[in-house]
């Protein structure tokens, strides 16, 4: 009987798991069709494309230049992405609150962190999409030059995982405001603080800075730049996104006791 009861119970773990798959999937297709149907993403990822056009073509033409996409991804990093990842997220759920129909997503059937799941894959295979654009410029470095390819890749590598992190701190910014002007707003500002701490490491020594510099977003992304692929440069990114979208669960679930 005991032996029943366990394979009993790994049939409904499976099929749990099976059910909130198909929820998961099912949410980020439809955010998806939404994307594709919009204007909206489209402009994104033509002003996104210009502007690295732009940083790449600094990158190459000063007296230093050299054929990597370092030049390029750095300042992308730093200037574009902390203001792209808060646009790209900003409607995900703060539209669903302004239109009234988070309480009908809440009360259905599908659990809050297949929706959060479920937005943040649709978004971040539109962010992917949209950074894809840039292999252009890796296209034309193969063809003029003759780059390491270890760091393009490293760097290629570490900017999806930084771009990760951003993204679920704009999922988190957009389930606590039914603004989404707001929202795009306070996503911004979470970014960029985990971008300074960075630059506040410097201002102090010993643990304390060793803490600041290592909870800094963009520190861990300029050794994947460099070509160098640290594990712990990992752990921090997925953590990074795991912990936000834990957040942004939390702060869903908290809709209810309102």
């Known amino acids: 009987m005991t032996a029943l009861r366990q394979v009993g119970g790994y049939i409904l773990i499976g099929l749990y798991a099976i059910q909130g798959g198909r929820n998961t999937a099912t949410i980020a297709w439809k955010e998806l069709r939404t994307y594709f149907a919009s204007p909206g993403a489209y402009i994104v990822a033509a002003v996104f494309l210009a502007v690295t056009g732009v940083l790449f073509v600094n990158s190459i033409s000063g007296t230093f230049a050299e054929a990597s996409v370092r030049g390029f991804l750095e300042p ?3 200037f574009v992405v902390p203001v792209l990842a808060p646009i790209l997220s900003m409607r995900l759920l703060a539209e669903e609150q302004k239109l ?3 309480e009908l997503l809440l009360t259905s059937p599908v659990r809050d962190y297949q929706v959060v799941i479920g937005k943040f894959i ?3 295979i539109i962010l992917i999409l949209t950074i894809s654009l840039t292999f ?3 296209f034309l470095l193969v063809w003029k030059g003759d780059p390491d390819m270890g760091p393009i890749l490293s760097g290629y590598l570490g900017f999806v995982l930084y771009t990760g992190a951003a993204l679920s701190v704009g999922i988190l910014a957009s389930s606590l405001s039914s603004n989404q002007i ?3 707003i306070v996503g911004f500002g979470i970014i960029l ?3 300074l701490l960075g630059q506040a490491s410097e201002l102090v020594t010993g643990l ?3 803490i600041l510099e290592e909870a800094s977003v963009l520190e861990h992304f300029n050794d994947f730049s460099r070509g160098v692929i640290d594990t712990w440069h990992l752990v921090y990114y997925l953590t990074t996104i795991a912990t936000f979208l834990f957040l942004t669960v939390r702060s869903l679930e908290s809709r209810r006791w309102r």
């Open 193 to 195: 603080i985990l971008i």
């Open 208 to 210: 304390f800075s060793t």
């Open 136 to 138: 252009f410029f890796v």
């Open 76 to 78: 992308t990093a730093l």
């Open 122 to 124: 649709a978004s971040y």
């Open 182 to 184: 707001v929202a795009a």
């Open 100 to 102: 009234g129909t988070m």
